[in-house]
């Protein structure tokens, strides 16, 4: 090989090596940053690309007046989709017939987020555009998954922090106090369900025992330590049923599990409900009331098995500090989300009862 030829060799292989060496070190974000730029220049070239690299696609305005601010919540339906129009996930239970994923025992209704440290970076800034009503389709970038908590933040079930994802998104009310609005929401529930209304019976705590409506007598009081078994249907206030021990009923609402023992929930009563309860959140959705563990069971749930004796029919709703919290109970899309208020229709069974209805039969 003469001179030439051999310092044309090695030019091109410092080339080749010089490319192989600049690819290796392209980050992650470059690389998602260059197909995001790509993506809006095919099909969105008036997209509104800001600083952060969230990216605008559209924005119409609502009819509230109030955009949320820092930890300020909002309720927001939402769809998201990767950049080839694959949909991940949606709070739309139609589309998600349409898309043959509809999943019964999945909840469908808005998601509330808080604009705090636990909601990813893209999310806060994207709904923090947003009023009441207000319609939005955006680019959250992977750069923009993470929250300043620290952690992995709050999500929703379709985001991919490796990729960009588009989210359509609708808002809508903006909350500013959660414990007015819970206050507030929890009358308008008392009046619109009930006839007469049941009023509080503690802050933001509504009772009422079908079977003993002036309180139950003395004589049929239960001893404490004595163990009592329960007929629950829990649900969220616009009639999502997220557990139930009662069979048929887990069937009408699609969820029955044939792994799940449908017998009555077995509490052991006590003095105060405030011995029966622990601060409320469980490892799993199955006990999400406490069905194995006592020590889980919330606080709403047990104040209200103090107001019933045998064979009561009772009814209980009330705001998230006597449920399962800021936190919620959900996984996977299933269970309680964040500050849900709840409700629970009850029926405490007979002694040794494992029938539901409970027997007449004492």
């Known amino acids: 090989m003469n001179l030439k030829l051999k310092i044309l060799f090695f030019c091109l292989a410092a080339l080749v090596l010089f490319a192989c060496a600049k690819e290796k070190t392209e980050s992650v974000r470059e690389v998602q940053e260059r197909i995001l730029d790509a993506y809006i220049q095919s099909n969105w070239p008036s997209a509104q690309k800001l600083e952060s ?41 139609l589309k998600a017939r349409m898309l043959g994923t ?47 908590s620290g952690g992995s933040g709050y999500s929703t079930r379709g985001q991919q922090a490796d990729h960009n994802m588009i989210y359509e998104v609708k808002a809508g009310v903006v909350i500013g106090d959660i414990q007015r609005y819970q206050t507030d929401s929890l009358e308008m529930y008392s009046i619109m369900h009930f006839s007469p209304r049941i009023d509080s019976t503690a802050r933001d705590y509504y009772f009422r025992n079908f079977t003993h409506p002036s309180g139950v007598p003395a004589a049929d ?39 799940k023992d449908y017998t009555p929930l077995r509490v052991t009563m006590r003095d105060s409900y405030l011995d029966m309860t622990s601060s409320g959140s469980s490892s799993s959705n199955d006990e999400a009331i406490g069905s194995v563990d ?45 500050y849900a208020m709840l409700r629970f229709d009850m029926q405490m069974a007979h002694k040794d009862d494992k029938q539901y209805p409970p027997t007449r039969t004492k």
Not at 62 to 84: E, K, M, Q, S
């Open 294 to 338: 006592e020590s889980s069971l919330i606080a709403g749930f047990v104040r209200a098995l103090k107001g019933m004796t045998y064979k009561d029919k009772a009814v209980a709703f009330f705001s998230s500090d006597w449920g399962y919290g800021a936190n919620g109970n959900m996984s996977s899309g299933k269970g309680v989300p964040q």
């Open 53 to 93: 690299g969230l990216t605008i696609l559209n924005l119409t305005g609502g009819y509230g007046l109030v955009r949320p601010g820092a930890n300020d919540g909002i309720y927001i339906h939402y769809n998201t989709y990767t950049l080839n129009g694959i949909c991940q996930s949606t709070t739309d239970s």
């Open 102 to 148: 509809y999943d019964p025992s999945l909840y469908y209704g808005p998601t509330l987020f808080i604009l705090d440290a636990t909601t990813i970076v893209g999310l806060r800034e994207l709904f923090g555009k947003m009023n009441q009503g207000a319609t939005a389709t955006a680019i959250i970038p992977p750069w923009l998954t993470t929250s300043t």
């Open 221 to 259: 009081t239960i001893v404490s330590g004595t163990a009592v078994g329960v007929w629950y249907v829990g649900r969220l206030l616009d009639g999502y049923v997220f557990d139930t021990n009662i069979a048929d009923t887990a069937k009408k609402y699609k969820i029955y599990n044939a792994s």
